[in-house]
């Protein structure tokens, strides 16, 4: 299906989301939407899907302009939309997940689902358990099947927003494997990203937005350089970091046992010191968002001891960690580390230290907040929902509500979705609170962001930690090759561990 943009505008109150858009793309492509974190990408993808209306301008199928209300409107055209959070029910079967929006007509029996299901997801190699609960699938196993789900239903064209945020290396590899059948059944893929890597490996030709506008498309082979500057209308360059850790020992764990199902994580021994960054690295489900959060009070050990600051703190609660100086930054933005329905002001209002005040002095907390959203480059207003946020907006809004005076902060993928230069400012924030003595723990899914900003790295397979090993000493694919659950033996003399990986 050949799909039209014509003169597509959208407004968000100031915020001029899409701005005249046109474009064309063409049947049988997998054609990228590239653009910065605010750049106007997801909502042109959710007019297309009609999750959101345009103020003015058309879309076009295959010659003939349309109107597209609803997702349920896109469906019935051929369009489907794979979202950053999947659309699925953790509570239920991955089966009945699949038939979700099937239309009335036909009724097949359970067998004969299950069994095209089965017939489908072969085409691409998945290997999903029909009978399996979404809540225990991963993040990559949710997005195939919402990709066979919405094959099912008929689509001819799939949108996908940043599927690679979250994902393992083999799960891309698998995603991009199976966009290349779908291109090859000449089926329609938008693939939107900010990651210049994804972009160059997998599509034919990319379309970048800036700040609302359409500043060009470039057809593959890419110069990267080229990509970049487009993105945000300069180069960006990777300063040289140094460490500024501390002799002072800010934080330990001793002898650490936690049991989270279905995972059981003993003997986790560890001291932080002061402005250490430590990266932690493991493929999803191994056992590092368990350890995180034991770490900040929100899960409890079964034994062993958290130690801040000198004071024992085990078994206590997250607000009283956060008296101690120890702060968290979720994953889930709107979900844990936002509140839905409150705007930028009330965020800072409810947040403030200063609990003398009885009465809420309105005009300062929007001077605060104006002041906050300028230091912090947030694009938004005072009154703006957070929700209304993009993801990266999202992510500074979060980082700028912590205290300044924080002695740990423990982050979750802290620059997941955001793009190069986000992500540098990002760290530039994280770095600045280091030489203040503030120590970093964070989790990533991007090896290459843990080897850039670590001073160690704890290293996570099938619940067993690593010692620490130094950053600047421990290579990409080493460090591929141990998040794999290989060469644990020569590196640690783990021979449980190596047999366990090596013999499935």
Request: aromatic share 8%; charged share 25%.
């Given at each position: ?25 063409q ?22 899907s ?9 879309i ?71 009978d ?9 196993e ?22 690679t ?59 990267t350089d080229q ?21 002072k020992?800010?934080f ?61 703190l ?9 008296q ?40 300062y907390?929007?001077?605060?907040s ?9 694009i938004g ?39 190069i ?5 990002m ?26 900003y ?19 000493t ?7 090759q ?23």
């Amino acid at each position: 299906m050949k799909i039209g943009f014509n003169q597509i505008n959208k407004h968000f109150g100031e915020v001029h989301a899409n701005a005249d858009i046109t474009l064309d793309v063409q049947s049988g492509m997998i054609f990228g939407i590239l653009g910065e974190n605010g750049a106007g990408k997801s909502t042109l993808m959710k007019i297309l899907s009609g999750f959101i209306q345009p103020d003015s301008g058309e879309i076009v199928l295959d010659g003939k302009a349309v109107s597209i209300e609803t997702p349920a409107d896109a469906i019935k055209f051929g369009i489907g939309m794979l979202h950053q959070d999947p659309l699925d029910f953790p509570p239920m079967q991955v089966i009945d997940n699949f038939i979700v929006g099937q239309r009335g007509g036909l009724i097949l029996s359970h067998k004969d689902v299950i069994k095209a299901f089965r017939e489908l997801q072969s085409q691409f190699d998945f290997s999903l358990d029909p009978d399996a609960y979404v809540d225990t699938l991963t993040v990559g196993e949710r997005q195939q099947l919402e990709i066979l789900r919405l094959l099912w239903l008929g689509a001819r064209v799939l949108i996908l927003d940043e599927p690679t945020t979250g994902i393992s290396i083999q799960q891309k590899e698998k995603l991009f494997a199976a966009l290349k059948v779908l291109a090859g059944q000449r089926k329609t893929i938008i693939f939107v990203s900010h990651k210049l890597e994804d972009v160059e490996v997998l599509c034919d030709q990319v379309a970048i937005l800036r700040k609302g506008y359409l500043v060009g498309q470039v057809d593959a082979p890419y110069d990267t350089d080229q990509l970049v500057e487009m993105m945000f209308g300069k180069q960006i360059v990777l300063k040289e970091l140094e460490s500024v850790a501390q002799d002072k020992v800010v934080f330990e764990l001793q002898d650490l046992y936690i049991e989270q199902y279905p995972l059981a994580i003993e003997n986790v021994n560890f001291s932080l010191r002061a402005g250490e960054v430590i990266g932690l690295a493991g493929m999803e489900g191994s056992g590092q968002d368990v350890v995180l959060r034991a770490c900040t009070g929100l899960l409890r050990p079964v034994s062993g001891r958290v130690i801040v600051n000198g004071t024992d703190l085990t078994g206590k609660n997250y607000l009283e960690f956060m008296q101690n100086g120890v702060a968290f930054l979720p994953a889930s933005r709107l979900e844990e580390g936002l509140v839905p329905g409150l705007t930028l002001a009330e965020h800072f209002t409810v947040t403030t230290e200063d609990k003398q005040q009885l009465f809420i002095d309105k005009a300062y907390f929007r001077q605060k907040s104006e002041q906050m959203i300028e230091e912090y480059h947030i694009i938004g207003r005072p009154e703006t929902p957070v929700e209304s946020l993009s993801g990266g907006n999202q992510q500074r809004a979060a980082l700028s509500l912590l205290k300044d005076s924080l002695s740990i902060i423990l982050l979750e993928h802290p620059t997941r979705g955001l793009d190069i230069e986000s992500t540098i400012y990002m760290w530039d924030k994280l770095k600045e609170r280091c030489k203040l003595g503030t120590s970093i723990f964070f989790i990533s899914g991007d090896l290459d962001e843990i080897l850039r900003y670590s001073d160690r790295i704890l290293v996570f397979f099938s619940g067993r930690v690593s010692p620490p090993l130094d950053s600047a000493t421990v290579s990409l694919e080493q460090l591929g090759q141990l998040i794999g659950g290989k060469g644990w033996a020569k590196e640690f003399g783990d021979e449980e561990t190596y047999e366990a990986s090596t013999n499935p």
